[in-house]
């Protein structure tokens, strides 16, 4: 009986060089640390020393080495989509090395991976499993601009949940792992290992992150991971037509929400939908929920505090589990499908109403009261 499962080299070798180069940006970083570090000052920030915010550097080299290893049928795979990364993780890199990149530029970049991966591949979505829809998905132009939005979206997204040690890595590492089975399951296994050596490259990665946050994921990390998932999601669905688009948005069902829920409480606060706060999920669920779990399971209220950004991540990215194993099981049913993104999106407002009201209550009544008691709910 073997230790480790049978995989390809490509895939210990993604995790392997990522886990490394970690290992040694975190080692050196009283070197590069004047330009790299994250500082501890700002609304939504967790940390109480500067950190390091260059994980994604690791993480692309790991990618990297996962295809100079792997069979040509996935190095086929692996290099499009290390070459269209590129603007999102290089727009993303540079945020993290100087602070002066635009919200709309990062966004712009990510968008640009998704027309040059189209342009690479010559894959985009071609069909949402909408009637009426998917004809003006078979116009190349419509095509090219929807997969660009999808994509630029799910990058976003995946950068808009990375707060806590773990959280955003360990999401994509367990997404990663939910395309994969579906790629199998359709007797896809070259997507399949292309999708779990970038998941084994962001694990590298997590192993060092969490849970003491020694290095950070940083927006090229977040960029080039939330890519990485799009793009996988946009081949799983093209290359394998009897899985529904609606079963790879599942997927993602947790950090898409994360956004479409954010832009609609900040306009009903008359705030700018991207002007950060601490009411994302995530963060209410650290002060609500583990904070004081932690501080009933133990007597040492240091240590507690020291833990809750660890846990509060790993329970986050956890939620992806049951999304995924929905995904997996109704794949191939549009209807289903559609129908349990709808579940999950309530079930994310009904967690969400709970921890600002502390008490349950409808989804549809917390979204749908009137504007007063929706403000006062939200402060």
């Known amino acids: 009986m073997p230790i480790l499962p049978s995989l390809p080299p490509s895939v210990y070798t993604a995790f392997i060089v990522s886990f490394l180069v970690t290992l040694l940006l975190v080692l050196t970083k009283r070197w590069h640390g004047r330009y790299s570090m994250d500082g501890v000052q700002g609304i939504q920030k967790q940390h109480k020393v500067p950190t390091p915010r260059i994980g994604g550097v690791a993480i692309v080299l790991g990618v990297l080495g996962g295809w100079l290893v792997a069979q040509p049928e996935r190095r086929a795979i692996l290099g499009p989509l290390l070459v269209a990364g590129l603007p999102a993780f290089a727009f993303g890199l540079a945020e993290d090395l100087t602070k002066k990149v635009s919200v709309m530029a990062r966004l712009l970049a990510t968008m640009a991976s998704g027309v040059l991966g189209w342009w690479l591949t010559g894959m985009s979505l071609t069909s949402l499993d909408v009637a009426g829809v998917d004809v003006l998905m078979g116009i190349t132009l419509v095509s090219v601009a929807f997969t660009a939005f999808a994509v ?15 959280l955003a890595s360990g999401f994509v590492v367990l997404a990663l792992v939910g395309l994969a089975a579906m790629a199998m399951s359709s007797q896809d296994p070259n997507l399949a290992i292309a999708c779990l050596g970038t998941a084994g490259a962001m694990l590298g990665f997590w192993l060092v992150n969490w849970p003491w946050g020694k290095i950070f994921l940083g927006d090229g990390g977040s960029y080039f991971g939330g890519f990485a998932l799009a793009w996988g999601c946009i081949m799983v669905v093209e290359r394998n037509p009897e899985i529904t688009p609606f079963a790879a ?20 606060r008359q705030y700018n939908p991207g002007q950060p706060d601490r009411l994302h999920l995530h963060s209410l669920m650290m002060r609500r929920v583990v904070r004081p779990l932690l501080m009933r399971c133990t007597n040492d209220r240091d240590h507690a505090l020291r833990m809750e950004n660890a846990w509060t991540g790993l329970l986050l990215a956890c939620m992806t589990l049951p999304a995924a194993a929905v995904a997996y099981a109704v794949r191939s049913q549009p209807l289903w499908a559609a129908l349990m993104c709808v579940v999950f999106m309530l079930a994310y407002v ?28 939200l402060a």
């Open 249 to 268: 948005l599942l997927l993602c069902i947790h950090p898409v929400t994360e956004v479409l829920f954010s832009i609609y409480r900040r306009r009903l």
């Open 350 to 377: 009904t967690v969400y109403a709970r921890l600002v009201r502390h008490h349950w209550c409808s989804p549809l009544q917390f979204l749908f009261v009137k504007p007063a008691q929706r403000l006062q709910s």
């Open 152 to 166: 630029g979206g799910v990058a976003n997204a995946i950068n808009i949940i990375d707060g806590f040690n773990g």
